[in-house]
């Protein structure tokens, strides 16, 4: 628990100063790079797996992920043809057939879970409009209010779990989470949305920022599940090392994947 608190110590100041006044392009290219890391993390926790396998997940959820810079029609583009590229590859050399359909599945959805929802985060962020009083653009408000709402749900699930918690919520696949804790979360995460619309991005109303914080947050929740069906099906805790007490890159963003395109999609239709 100590690391965990430690690590988050070192990494919010940082993230918030990269996400709000760092240029643009250097915390674009850190979130197009987080596509192959997380892409790989996520194949390795499934047998079988090749080395040639995990370089083309890498190489094409980072293309995917950097696809909406050149627009949607590109990113549409990118999206068909990585996936014909990749299931092309699995009939390279199938050996078994199970396996084969294993590698070509697998791969599929890394292109898709990986690279489509960070490619969401890309977008989000690449977001330059801003109005008169505004300290920040919709992009840079838009990414850290992500993050926070999802990040404060975490830590209200967590902690309300702690102290309340008496009723599973999802003993199936996440033993640990309660009903008790998820509700936690959710206050948490209306809380960040609250952030969201009297700080990040002043003159939203109250209510959108509480409505779009119980959105992120509850989507948040969800692919926090999904990371973890896949952790709880192959038998592992983390899906890597890289952060010490959180795991793996994908444990850190899981939520925050889910949570993307509600952000982005709230930054269109509000325009």
């Given amino acids: 628990m100590l690391?965990?608190?430690?690590?988050?110590?070192?990494?919010?100041?940082a993230v918030m100063w990269a996400v709000l006044w760092a240029p643009k392009v250097a915390m674009l290219t850190v979130l197009v790079l987080a596509a192959p890391r997380c892409g790989v993390e996520l194949v390795r926790m499934f047998a079988p797996t090749r080395p040639g396998d995990r370089l083309l997940v890498a190489v094409l959820t980072l293309a995917i992920a950097a696809s909406p810079l050149l627009g949607w029609p590109t990113f549409a583009l990118v999206l068909t043809l990585g996936t014909v590229l990749w299931l092309s590859a699995c009939l390279v050399n199938p050996n078994e057939l199970a396996e084969a359909a294993q590698r070509a599945a697998l791969g599929a959805l890394a292109l898709v879970y990986i690279g489509a929802l960070v490619a969401m985060l890309v977008a989000t962020f690449a977001v330059s409009r801003q109005a008169a009083g505004q300290s920040f653009d919709s992009g840079r408000a838009g990414l850290l209010g992500v993050l926070v709402m999802v990040f404060m749900g975490d830590t209200g699930a967590y902690f309300a779990g702690k102290a309340m918690g008496r009723h599973k919520l999802?003993?199936?696949?996440?033993?640990?989470?309660?009903?008790e804790g998820g509700i936690g979360?959710?206050?948490?995460?209306?809380?960040?949305?609250?952030?969201?619309?009297?700080?990040?991005?002043?003159?939203?109303?109250?209510?959108?920022?509480?409505?779009?914080?119980?959105?992120?947050?509850?989507?948040?929740?969800i692919g926090d599940f999904a990371e973890s069906l896949f952790k709880r099906a192959t038998g592992i805790k983390d899906s890597g090392a890289l952060l010490p007490g959180h795991g793996g890159l994908l444990d850190r963003v899981d939520g925050v994947l889910f949570a993307a395109p509600v952000m982005y999609a709230y930054l269109m239709f509000s325009a």
């Fill in 3 to 13: 690391q965990r608190v430690v690590t988050g110590l070192v990494l919010a100041p």
């Fill in 170 to 179: 999802y003993p199936l696949i996440s033993p640990k989470k309660t009903v």
């Fill in 185 to 221: 979360g959710l206050v948490a995460s209306i809380g960040g949305g609250l952030i969201f619309a009297t700080w990040l991005l002043p003159g939203t109303p109250l209510v959108q920022g509480a409505v779009l914080g119980a959105a992120c947050g509850l989507f948040g929740q």
